[in-house]
């Protein structure tokens, strides 16, 4: 059975071969279409991520549509993820605080980004959606929230308080006056 994919340079990973695929490979572990150029929307996304429960380790590449739908549906669906890798993912607290209930093993955690990309709304990242990793994920050893500038210092009392085993941070904001550098 196959436990680990990973689609390099591949084009035209639609909704159909997603659909596929989780029929295919409920056993999955480790997924990786970092390289891919997916014509895939976030809902056929939840619906791939929301059937493979051995999912440990996912990551995602710049074209893909990751939303707090995703994250839900990640916490849902993947009790057991330790990785999670994307770029430019649109999500906000709401999405962190879902993934840190559903996802306590997580251990790595990258969602750098810019707020001009990655806002949903008025709303972004900020030092709640951190706080609440940092609380449900105890194992946290890697976490990436580099660009999201509505994170102050308080997320990095969060981390300091509960993330014991947090050994790499990268939370650069890419302006000034706001956000931690």
Known sequence: TLRALECADAVG?????MAALARAAPG???LSLSRTVPTVDSSALCDLIGHMPAL???SLGLNYDVRDASLRALAAGC?????????LAGVT??????LSRGCPELRVLELPGTD?????????VSDNGVAAIARGCRHLAVLDITGRTAVTDAALCALA????RLHTLRCEAKRS???IS
Do not use: F, K, M, Y
């Open 13 to 17: 990973c639609d909704d159909g071969a």
């Open 28 to 30: 999955l572990q480790e």
């Open 56 to 58: 440990t380790h996912l």
């Open 79 to 87: 009790p057991r993820l330790r990785q999670l890798s994307t770029q």
């Open 93 to 98: 607290d709401g999405g962190l605080i879902a």
């Open 116 to 124: 001009a990309w990655c806002r949903v709304g008025s709303e972004s």
């Open 161 to 164: 308080a509960h993330s014991r």
């Open 177 to 179: 006056g706001g956000g």
